[in-house]
């Protein structure tokens, strides 16, 4: 149930595009983001409920494929803030609602 | 301030010593959960509760215990049968007000061995 994300690390000069990938193995009810800088928690930054949802927020977006089971993260003209390691978290349709079940990160360093 | 509050931020256990982790939170969630996380992994689900006086094993419980006596409060106790504790943990709880039960974490608690 773990869902697979890639790549496991992308290297970017401030400005540049990047998207992160998350796929699973069974059908999805949502897909939630989250970004944790070193040393510190996972920060939530936004959960997707239905296929072909597309959500953002500034210049950071994502979108569900329920279809495909997959969602991705949009981060356009990245900026040093950015630098983290992102996580998708998935809760399969049918199982018990709130089990998240974790990717193991992209690490994204944005160099100025 | 509403937040999860996690203490200590350190932690040392010796071999053969049990130590607990606590975790605290003031946003009325109903569900909360324990992850550990290592070098270069994902987040792991050692325990979770749904409900005061109820809860259930993750994918890694064996050598971890919890209790959930208030709902406020949700400690983890690392026993001397974990035998490579050395980790981070991360308490959240969930919020079942909006829609899709977004998890919000707490600031975690480093647990080395000596």
């Known amino acids: 149930q773990q869902p697979v994300q890639s790549p496991q690390a992308v290297i970017l000069r401030e400005g540049e595009d990047a998207v992160i990938n998350c796929s699973s193995s069974?059908?999805?009810?949502?897909v939630h983001w989250y970004r944790q800088k070193h040393g510190e928690a996972p920060v939530f930054l936004m959960i997707l409920l239905k296929g072909g949802e597309q959500k953002g927020h500034e210049k950071i977006s994502a979108s569900f494929n329920e279809k495909k089971q997959q969602s991705s993260l949009y981060l356009t003209a990245s900026q040093l803030s950015y630098s983290g390691t992102y996580f998708c978290g998935t809760v399969d349709r049918g199982s018990t609602l709130g089990r998240l079940y974790f990717g193991r990160g992209t690490q994204l360093t944005v160099w100025p | 301030d509403g937040g999860i509050t996690q203490s200590p931020k350190y932690l040392f256990r010796k071999e053969g010593q049990n130590v607990t982790l606590s975790c605290e939170q003031n946003?009325?969630?109903?569900?909360m959960y324990w992850y550990r996380q290592d070098p270069g992994q994902g987040l792991r689900l050692i325990y979770y509760?749904?409900?005061?006086?109820?809860?259930q094993k993750g994918d890694i419980a064996e050598g971890y215990s919890v209790s959930r006596e208030k709902k406020e409060s949700f400690p983890l106790t690392v026993t001397s049968a974990q035998k490579n504790p050395t980790a981070f943990y991360l308490c959240a709880s969930r919020d079942s007000g909006t829609s899709g039960e977004t998890q919000y974490f707490g600031p975690g608690t480093r647990l080395l061995v000596l």
């Open positions: 069974k059908a999805l009810y949502s």
């Open positions: 509760s749904q409900i005061v006086n109820d809860f």
């Open positions: 946003l009325n969630h109903d569900a």
